[in-house]
């Protein structure tokens, strides 16, 4: 994944007026980067089937005037917005919005006294740690040249059922580090798991990016993981953690989607965990017990979200036709029960 200096100076803008939890996923080197006249906005986005699908939201100081001049002559749609901008922008202009999933949402200041009452989260912690597993912070200088986290991540990518996705969910963030953080867990100095984290910075607050792990990683070593980072977090005054998105969450509180949005959305929580564990993602969340779920939103400038804005949505994350990324998923998903079969 290409990197060039627009990405540098989208995180230098992502640090001063982040706030949207998935903002610095803009400096992706996937993702195109509109700047504005007086460099004090950027915006980041992907261009499918004539629909600018946005990055979550402007990083700017003035949101609303961002959105109001990257929206001239473009068919725009913000995916992963928060509360605060929906309701802004739908004060500032006609737009339609339909909630798309929610996030969990911990106040780092509580995060010890809430795990610390969850008995099978002690437990998974106490496997772990007899199985000698060690969580430490890796210096990002050391992570450039770390070759075992890159072994851990080819190991955790080759065992997914569906091809890697882009835009928010990027799964090669190894070459740009700067502003992120990572930790490992390790077994007698091998890496057996590894977490890494990117800023909020208006919220003070921090999301988890990905959770790469070996097959052979103790049960419990990803609790411990998660554990330890967010004790260290909160040690150093940390507001916030959360860990983003859960598309199609049940937890999710938001007004009603269109009935056709619906169905497809039902449909593809029932059907579509042989590609994407949604059932799964949402359990491995709820476990730390979350204070509050948020709602996240898809707000396009138009009267009705409309079956293209789902399609541009879609290319956006697979980068390729829909129908291909599904039969290369149903290949993969093959595979991957076979393999277990056989490790049976």
């Known amino acids: 994944m290409a990197h060039t200096s627009d990405s540098l100076r989208a995180a230098r803008l992502v640090m001063r007026f ?7 996923q803009i400096v992706n ?12 906005t950027v915006i980041g986005y992907v261009r ?8 979550t939201e402007p ?6 005037l961002a959105a109001k001049k990257f929206e001239q002559g473009r068919s725009v749609c913000y995916f992963g917005a928060e509360e605060y901008f929906v309701a802004r922008r739908r004060a500032s202009n006609p737009c339609a919005v339909v909630p798309i999933g929610s996030q969990p949402v911990w106040e780092l200041a509580r995060w010890k006294q809430t795990v610390s009452a969850v008995p099978s989260l002690r437990e998974q912690f106490r496997r772990a740690k007899a199985k000698r597993v060690q969580v430490r912070e890796l210096p990002i200088e050391e992570c450039q040249t770390h070759t075992q ?3 851990v991540l080819d190991e955790w990518l080759k065992d997914r059922r569906f091809s890697p996705l882009h835009f928010l969910v990027e799964s090669d963030t190894l070459d740009f580090l700067p502003d992120r ?6 077994i007698e100095g091998q890496v057996v798991a590894w977490l890494n984290l990117c800023p909020i910075p208006k919220r003070n607050g921090w999301l988890t990016e990905q959770f790469p792990r070996r097959k052979s990683a103790p049960n419990g070593t990803m609790e411990l993981l998660m554990n330890t980072a967010a004790e260290k977090l909160a040690e150093e005054g940390a507001g916030l953690l959360t860990m983003g998105l859960v598309p199609l969450s049940t937890n999710s509180v938001a007004s009603p989607k269109p009935a056709w949005l619906q169905a497809v959305f039902l449909w593809t929580r029932a059907h579509g965990n042989r590609f994407y564990n949604f059932d799964g993602l949402e359990r491995f969340k709820s476990k730390f017990r979350p204070h509050h779920w948020e709602d996240l939103y898809a707000v396009v400038n138009d009267d009705r979200f409309r079956i293209r804005h789902l399609a541009a949505i879609s290319r956006a994350f697979t980068e390729q036709p829909l129908s291909i990324a599904l039969a290369k998923g149903a290949v993969r998903s ?4 076979f393999r277990w079969m056989f490790r049976r």
């Not at 093959?334 to 029960?337: H, P, V, Y």
């Open 59 to 64: 990083v700017s100081p003035f949101p609303m």
């Open 181 to 186: 953080r990572i930790f490992v867990a390790e």
């Open 18 to 24: 982040g706030r949207n939890s998935a903002c610095y």
């Open 334 to 337: 093959l595979r991957q029960e």
């Open 149 to 151: 986290l890159r072994a």
């Open 48 to 55: 499918f089937f004539g629909i600018e699908v946005v990055a």
């Open 29 to 40: 080197g996937s993702i195109r980067k509109w700047f504005s006249g007086d460099g004090l």
